[in-house]
């Protein structure tokens, strides 16, 4: 039998359910910052002096997506384990998927000092963008950290999370302008 410490073991590694969930939290919240970016670039382009709109936008569709997982998921669950839902398992898998809307969080943080009047409305968006990549440049950090990447592949996952960002904020300025 192997010895577990405060759930890793021996060896410093984590065990697989650690490993199931950050790695579950983890596509969360690049899920769910790609949809927040993605609602972002709609929003300003319908209302780019509207921030306080926008942070609206970005947390009901987060919430819609959240709900869509949960359903999708507890339904799948049920399939794959042939046994009938429980009122435990649907809370897991809600807490499980709760990271979507955690990703919207600092973006709508970021729209709301715009809407208060503390930052410019366009200056809110662009730190709304600032932040949903600063989210997917440290969830490509916890990846590599898991994966117990070296310098170059952590800098490579940091870059493919950060590009994917970067072609939302590209297709917002191109279709803004």
């Known amino acids: ?22 790695g579950e939290r983890l596509s969360g919240f690049i899920y769910g910052t790609i949809v927040v970016l993605s ?11 509207d921030p306080g709109f926008i942070a609206k936008l970005v947390a009901v569709t987060t919430v819609v997506f959240w709900l869509a997982h949960v359903y999708a998921h507890a339904l799948g669950d049920t399939v794959a384990h042939e046994e009938r839902l ?5 809370w897991t898998i809600a807490r499980r998927e709760a ?23 366009r200056t809110a968006l662009w730190l ?11 969830q490509g950090v916890v990846y590599a950290r898991v994966e117990r990447l070296a310098a170059l592949g952590t800098l490579c996952v940091v870059a493919a999370n950060i590009a994917l960002g970067l072609l939302l904020v590209a297709l917002k300025l191109f279709l803004s302008h």
């Open 1 to 22: 039998m192997r010895a577990v410490r405060l759930g890793r073991r021996e060896n410093g590694t984590q065990t697989p359910e650690q490993r199931a969930a950050v």
């Open 39 to 49: 609602v972002i670039v709609g929003g300003a382009r319908s209302s780019p002096d």
């Open 86 to 90: 429980s009122r435990h398992r649907l």
């Open 99 to 121: 990271s979507i809307v955690e990703a919207a969080v600092p973006p709508v943080a970021a729209l709301l000092l715009g809407t208060f009047g503390i930052v410019a409305g």
């Open 128 to 138: 709304a963008f600032v932040l949903g990549l600063v989210v997917l440049a440290a």
